[in-house]
C-alpha cells in the first residue's frame, strides 16, 4: 500500500521560507503524479500546485506561482515545494496526494493516496 509522509511545516515569520517534503513508500514514485494541496483554518482544502511524473509543473494561482516551486527527486521517492516570502495567508495544514493519472488535474477527487499534512503557520 501506498503512503505519503509530509515533513516541514512549521511556525515561521512573514517573509520567511520552507521546504516541504513529502516521501512516498510502498510505491514506484516515478509512476504517480503528485500534488499538493493545503486547508486554511475554517476554509475548504484547496490546490496549491502538482507535478507530473515526467516533470511538467502546475501552481494555481499568481500569487503562489511567483513564491513557491515544486520539484521531485525520483531516486528516493520525494517531493518538494519550496515556499518563500511566505505570508499569513499562506497559513494551514499542507497535504501532499498521489495518482496515477497521466496528466495535471487540479481536483482532489483524483488522487488515491494522502498524506496525514504538515501544519504552516505564518506570523505577521
Known amino acids: 500500500q501506498v503512503t505519503l509522509v509530509e515533513s516541514g511545516g512549521s511556525l515561521v515569520q512573514a517573509g520567511d521560507s520552507l521546504r516541504l517534503s513529502c516521501v512516498l513508500s510502498?510505491?514506484?514514485?516515478?509512476?504517480?503524479?503528485m500534488a499538493w494541496f493545503r486547508q486554511a483554518p475554517g476554509k475548504e482544502r484547496e490546490f496549491v500546485g502538482a507535478?507530473?511524473?515526467?516533470?511538467?509543473?502546475?501552481i494555481e494561482d499568481f500569487s503562489a506561482r511567483q513564491r513557491f516551486t515544486i520539484s521531485r527527486v525520483n531516486d528516493v521517492g520525494t517531493m518538494y515545494m519550496q515556499m518563500v516570502n511566505l505570508k499569513p495567508e499562506d497559513t494551514a495544514v499542507y497535504y501532499c496526494?498521489?495518482?496515477?493519472?497521466?496528466?495535471?488535474?487540479?481536483?482532489?477527487?483524483?488522487?488515491?493516496?494522502w498524506g496525514q499534512g504538515t501544519q504552516v503557520t505564518v506570523s505577521s
Open positions: 510502498g510505491g514506484v514514485f516515478s509512476k504517480y503524479d
Open positions: 496526494a498521489a495518482g496515477q493519472l497521466g496528466y495535471l488535474q487540479e481536483s482532489e477527487d483524483v488522487y488515491n493516496f
Open positions: 507535478m507530473s511524473k515526467t516533470g511538467a509543473t502546475k
